[in-house]
């Protein structure tokens, strides 16, 4: 009998480290419902959407008389460890899966045809995807949707004209990396090149975090204004941005609040916080109210906000007109 229990014990140790070999963890039965969340990186923007998201589904849980475990994972800014993330949550057979950033809405996509995928700071969804006949308001028809940080680009570009009227040389700063930053700082060119101005519009490509700083110094050395979209490589070096174009007196027009926080004058900004909370509310209608992923349009925040780093402003000697909001205030 004794050997026998050793046996089965040692059988169970045997099951035990196979499942966790590959990768397959018995999902929690306690709860109702259970999502997973990629997030690509940790920056304020970011944080505030998956903020939004979780209080926001907690909250419509609760209302509802149901119970949600929410299973966060950053990615540290590395887009296999988006991948390693998302086939977990697949694995899990998790019932829903946020995913914060292009680059973790693509491994989840990749990951997964059946679990529901909610996207957010994502800029263009039928760019990021590689969407065909894609029609934004009839949904992805995937099992995707989400919503979007894509802020009207045509007034970011008038901002440019507005605050440094002088400027007519615009460096384009994004991550090559990032087909949603590509697709902005395009979009803000042709915007640019279209004003009567005659502006002078270069792009310049970083692949990583590595090769920033050079790239950097080389636009600031042939331009007078800058652009630098939503782009997460930028949201995270904010420092060294502002500390190359300050020192040459440089302003820089923002796709975002809290990149313009860092080394911004400006920005017509979107709140991330609300951004998440319209997230939850489609995981809601989804979870609770069994509506089909594929047929709920992407979402906007449709109240954007003029603002303006004060600091920078007074620094390089910017006026700001009283439309601006300051950042913080």
Do not use: W
Request: with cysteine; charged share 20%.
């Amino acid at each position: 009998m004794r050997k026998r229990i050793k046996n089965l014990i040692l059988t169970v140790l045997i099951f035990a480290a196979c499942i966790t070999a590959v990768g397959f963890v018995p999902r929690d039965t306690g709860y109702d419902y259970t999502v997973g969340i990629v997030q690509l990186v940790r920056h304020s923007a970011l944080d505030a959407a998956t903020q939004g998201f979780t209080d926001a589904l907690e909250a419509a849980m609760e209302e509802a008389g149901k119970t949600v475990k929410i299973d966060y994972q950053d990615a540290q800014n590395e887009t296999v460890n988006c991948s390693i993330i998302a086939n977990n949550f697949v694995a899990k057979k998790y019932d829903l899966i946020m995913a914060n950033a292009t680059a973790a809405l693509q491994a989840c996509y990749n990951a997964t045809e059946e679990i529901p995928i909610l996207g957010t700071s994502v800029t263009v969804y039928d760019v990021a995807l590689g969407l065909k006949n894609y029609d934004a308001e009839q949904g992805t028809g995937t099992n995707v949707s989400g919503t979007s940080d894509l802020a009207p680009l045509a007034e970011q570009a008038g901002m440019i004209a507005e605050l440094v009227p002088d400027a007519r040389r615009v460096g384009l700063l994004y991550c090559s990396s990032e087909a949603n930053s590509r697709y902005q700082v395009e979009e803000v060119a042709r915007c640019l090149e279209e004003m009567e101005a005659g502006y002078e519009c270069t792009f310049y490509s970083f692949s990583d975090s590595n090769d920033l700083s050079t790239v950097v110094e080389k636009m600031v050395a042939d331009s007078e204004v800058v652009y630098v979209p939503t782009d997460n490589t930028v949201a995270s070096n904010t420092q060294l941005i502002d500390s190359i174009c300050s020192r040459e007196g440089i302003p820089v027009i923002a796709g975002e609040e809290g990149i313009c926080s860092g080394c911004g004058i400006a920005t017509l900004s979107i709140s991330y916080y609300n951004l998440g909370v319209k997230t939850a509310e489609i995981a809601a209608r989804i979870l609770l109210g069994g509506e089909y992923v594929g047929d709920i349009p992407v979402a906007y925040d449709d109240a954007p906000v003029k603002k303006y780093n004060a600091e920078i402003c007074a620094e390089l000697g910017i006026t700001v007109p009283d439309d601006y909001e300051p950042i913080g205030g």
